[in-house]
């Protein structure tokens, strides 16, 4: 169980995060939603023990984060981070291999078996010579998320083990520049894990995505928690306005259990004074 209280953070002069409470239970897929700077990848980054500094408590299991000693902490949860900047060339396997450093210095032959699997599930095995650098931007993402991966499995079988209340799973935006494919592939892996007990906290700015995957959504604006529960309570159009400023239809879809989120393109964005000074430039 994760217990985040009353948690409030100050970055440089600016106060980023403000009273948030949120919890999350394993077994849960959590997706965190948002605007541009609404303090998302900060909460995450606050969650993943970057920024000790927090005012309020977070609790891991009834522990406090602080009481939790960093190696453990690694044991326990795997971080996908936004904008992950590699220079050095690397393989991918080598980068996937990465998330298994956190065991043991050299790699064993359940680490290979584990980062193997790893990068077939992410259908990159057949990329795992080149250097990591030389890869598209959605197949680096892929490799990453590969990394998580293999930081998080005990076994080269993603069914084979009971992870409940153990591991915690942090992604922030995990499908950016993937294609359709491979974005429903890593968001069902997610969903996967899951199942097996991992308490999953994802950072998504697609609705649709949200709304198949998510078992919560929690709703942030400027800092503060401004929505959470189940999807259906969560992605409303009020919601949904108050956060991002656009307006939206929540439709029943035709095929599935969860809601649809179109945007109506009738509701301009622009008064007519600012479209003209756009036409100008
Ligand atoms: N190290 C920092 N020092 C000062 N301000 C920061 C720092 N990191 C982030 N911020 C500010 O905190 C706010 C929240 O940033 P954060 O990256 O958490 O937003 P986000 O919701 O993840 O946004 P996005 O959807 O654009 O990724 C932003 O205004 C950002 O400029």
């Known amino acids: ?3 985040v209280k009353n948690v409030s953070l100050t970055l440089g002069r600016s106060r980023i ?37 927090y005012q309020g408590s977070i609790a891991l299991n009834g522990r406090e984060l602080h009481a939790i000693p960093a190696a453990e902490q690694a044991r326990q949860r795997a971080v996908l981070s936004q904008h992950l900047a590699l220079q050095l060339p690397f393989t991918a396997a080598e980068v996937a291999g990465m998330g298994r450093y956190v065991y043991r210095g050299e790699a064993g032959a359940q680490d290979k078996a584990i980062v193997t699997y790893a990068l077939r599930l992410l259908q990159v095995y057949d990329l795992k010579d080149r250097a990591y650098t030389t890869l598209s931007g959605g197949q680096q993402q892929r490799v990453q998320m590969a990394r998580v991966l293999a930081q998080l499995l005990e076994a080269p079988d993603l069914h084979a083990t009971d992870y409940t209340g153990r591991k915690m799973l ?33 950072v998504l700015h697609d609705f649709q995505l ?48 969860y809601p649809m989120v179109v945007t109506n393109t009738a509701a301009t964005l622009f008064s007519s004074s600012a479209d003209k000074a756009i036409k100008v430039c």
């Open 210 to 257: 949200a709304a198949a995957y998510a078992q919560r959504i929690i709703m942030l604006q400027q800092g503060r928690v401004q929505a959470q529960g189940p999807v259906d309570e969560v992605l409303t159009a009020a919601h949904i306005r108050d956060c991002f400023g656009v307006e939206v239809s929540v439709l029943h879809h035709p095929l599935c259990a």
């Open 1 to 3: 169980m994760l217990l």
């Open 170 to 202: 942090l992604l922030d935006e995990p499908v950016t520049g993937m294609d359709i494919l491979h974005q429903q592939l890593s968001l069902q892996l997610a969903a996967q894990l899951a199942r097996r007990g991992v308490l999953v906290l994802a």
């Open 17 to 53: 995060l403000e009273q948030v409470h949120v919890h999350a239970r394993p077994g849960e897929l959590c997706v965190l939603m948002g605007a541009n700077g609404a303090g998302k990848s900060t909460l995450l980054r606050t969650i993943a023990g970057e920024y000790m500094h």
